[in-house]
């Protein structure tokens, strides 16, 4: 069965850095395209970033472009989001998901399993 936990979320000032983790199993998932996605109160769910499986790839939503990162460890079946720089804007529960693609996905009907979600806050 396949299962997404992420953690690393919290509360902080704007300005500061975060790195939220995703450590995934139930699957090989060093084949597989990863993303995070994000949703604030009262707004869908919106993508943030995506990693190929190769790690060479990546896409961000340009909400977040230059300052977050996402990476992955294959050897670890995990992957990572650094959020530098983060605004109020950027509150919202951050979720890790995995595609059934080798490439990057920016579409929710593009993942097919997902994590319960880890909340980041920024106060102003």
């Known amino acids: 069965q396949v299962q997404l936990v992420e953690s690393g979320g919290g509360l902080v000032q704007a300005g500061s850095s975060l790195r939220l983790s995703c450590a995934a199993s139930?699957?090989?998932?060093?084949?597989?395209?990863m993303g995070w996605f994000r949703q604030a109160p009262g707004k869908e769910r919106e993508f943030v970033a995506a990693i190929s499986w190769s790690e060479t790839s990546t896409n961000y939503a340009d909400s977040v472009k230059g300052r977050f990162t996402i990476s992955r460890n294959n050897a670890m079946n995990a992957i990572y989001l650094q959020m530098n720089g983060l605004k109020p804007e950027d509150t919202a529960v951050y979720y890790c998901?995995?595609?059934?693609?080798?490439?990057?996905?920016?579409?929710?009907?593009?993942?097919?399993?997902w994590g319960q979600g880890t909340q980041v806050t920024v106060s102003s």
């Open positions: 998901a995995v595609t059934t693609r080798t490439h990057w996905a920016t579409m929710i009907q593009d993942y097919d399993h």
């Open positions: 139930g699957r090989t998932f060093s084949t597989y395209a």
